[in-house]
Every structure is written in C-alpha cells, then in structure tokens.
C-alpha cells in the first residue's frame, strides 16, 4: 500500500498540481489528519525534485472562521505565502478561515487543494483510480448544461423533494481535478453553484455525511426549506445535534442555502467522510452557512461557519428532462460520456 500511495501521490502533484521541479509544496495536516497519506506526500515531491514543507497543527475546534480562534494563523500565512502549490490535508478545514483569505488574497501564485481529511483509500478511490479526460469531459459538459438551466428539481427515495431556480449569471464551479492554476481546487468529481437561493423550497433528506457535525447518520436527516432558509430539522439523534449546532452560532446564516453540488466521481464509496461523500456518483449536496465570493462575486455572504450535507441515489430534472435516475444517468446526450467515467 505504502509505495502504491506514493505512486498516487506523484499523480496528483504531478498530473493535477502540474508542479515542476524546485516548486515549493506546503502541506498543512492536524492532529486528525491521516499520517500516512503526508508522509506518501513528502516522499512523492521528493522522488519530482519538488521542495515540501508540512506544517503539523492542534485540530480546531471549528471549521473556516470558526477555526480562527484555534490556529495559529500568522504562523500558517507566513509558510503559504511562499508557497507555489498547498496541499491541504487537515480533518477540520482552515479552507475559508482569515488565514486562508489573507493568503490568497496576496499569494497570487498559490494552487490550492482542499483534500481535507484524506486518507490512503480515498485517494485510492478518488485520484489513483480515475480517467480524468473522461471526467473531465463529462463534468464540463455537465456545468454547460446547467450553466443554461432554469429550473431544477432534486428527488430521493428517502423524501427528499426540493425544487429552485437558477441564476445564469452565477458561476459554476468544476471540481475535475484541475489545479495546475492558481486559486482553489476541491477533491475532483463535483459540480457545485449557488441558485437563486429564495427559490429553494421543499424538503431536503439526507442520509450520506454531515459536515462537521457527524459522519453517516444513523437516521436519515429531514430539512424543510422555505424560501431559502431552513426552517424545521427533524429525524434521529443525529438531527437534534446538527440543529444545535446551527442554532448554536446564533446567527440567521447558518440556516441560509449556501449552495447546492452534485457527485460525479465514480470511484468515491460512501465513508462518512464528507470530502468523498459529495463526490459519490448520482448523489447531490447541500450546503448552509457561509457562501465564498467564488461562488457568489465579488464577496459572497458572510457567516461564521458552513455546513455540506449529501443525500445518494438522486433523481435530478432539468427544465422538465430527467438527468440522473436514482443516481444513473438517463438523458441520452451524457449516457455514453458517462460509461466512459466509469470505465476503470
């Protein structure tokens, strides 16, 4: 496993990264963060002559803004700024914490990848395993096709039955595995926007990973949503913690709509991780909290956390055609770009 892991690791510095040689390559773990995949990390930029550095942190309390208070985020805006490609491994993501803005704000070079809480398998599943010309083709035509969608409606067998319109004018977001440029790039395999969010309405059911609350719930999580905002969660033991916790911040935000995704990876496996639950093929994703200018320009919208939260096997409509079925793609202009995703 050990020396396939280093394989995999020069993949994605090498292929998705596109480092070069005498690049310095920062990677940030804590005290969660799977060890293994760091240490596959360092051996793989030393074996591409690619300068590393790790920085080891206490895990925060909280994720993005909420981490402020836990890190040590001079210490961690002075190592990113010179750095060319960032790697981030850490289980409690300091991706959309003051550290992070101040550092890409002024580093204008860096590549940013939030691999948050990655371990061996994942990225076993997720990089080592993927055809990314195919995914790639797919996932740009996929973002074309919404990116010219008005309406959009998101079902499950568990309940789920959210209906929004989109804004054409928004960005759409391709997680397909390319961070050869500078900015932000997610693990590959997501389409992820923000619609128009006081059109969402319905009921959201999800039964895959509640970030950072918990992992899979025992008890599929019911959200009704009214005009964009959450209004009443029910279900297990899993739903009352994740309403304390957004009631705990106090703050009208956090049961705000911060975006929606849908999963396009074929190699990532429900875990309970929610860096690999968003991407699983067929599921979507929906997420409250705080919205990155990336995805809402220029600034996005405040809040002092964001939560993703993923339901599986969704069937998806798109202006009145069905896309995905129970998490298989049906409309006949993808079906065989599809197969091709999937092909090992």
Known sequence: MK????????????????????????????????????????????????????????APGGVAVAADKDIPGDGISALLMRADAWAEYNKMWI??????????????????????????????????????????????????????????????????????????????????????????NMLPGQIAWTPCIESVNGTLVFDGALAPVCGVPEEPVKITVKDGKAVEVTGGAEAEAYDRWLKSFGHPQMFGISHTGLGINPGAVLSGDILQDQRVWGSVTWAFGSIGGNLVPPDGVAGPSHSDCVALDATLIIDGREFFRHGEVVDEEFTELARKVREQ
């Open 3 to 58: 020396n396939e892991l280093v394989q995999i690791a020069q993949k994605l510095l090498r292929d998705l990264y596109e480092m070069k040689q005498g690049e310095l390559l920062v990677i940030t773990a804590d005290t969660l963060s799977d060890a293994e995949v760091v240490k596959a990390t360092e051996e793989a930029a030393q074996l591409l002559g690619i300068q590393w550095a790790t920085l080891w942190i206490q």
């Open 95 to 184: 991706y959309g914490s003051s550290a992070y803005n101040e550092v890409m704000e002024n580093n204008k070079k860096l590549r940013h990848m939030c691999l948050t809480g990655a371990t061996g398998d994942l990225l076993t599943h997720c990089i080592g395993d993927i055809r990314y010309d195919a995914l790639q083709m797919f996932g740009e035509k996929l973002a074309a096709k919404i990116s010219q969608a008005r309406s959009m409606r998101m079902i499950t067998a568990k309940g789920m039955d959210i209906r929004f319109e989109n804004k054409k004018e928004r960005p759409i977001l391709k997680e397909l595995g390319n961070a050869g440029k500078p900015g932000t």
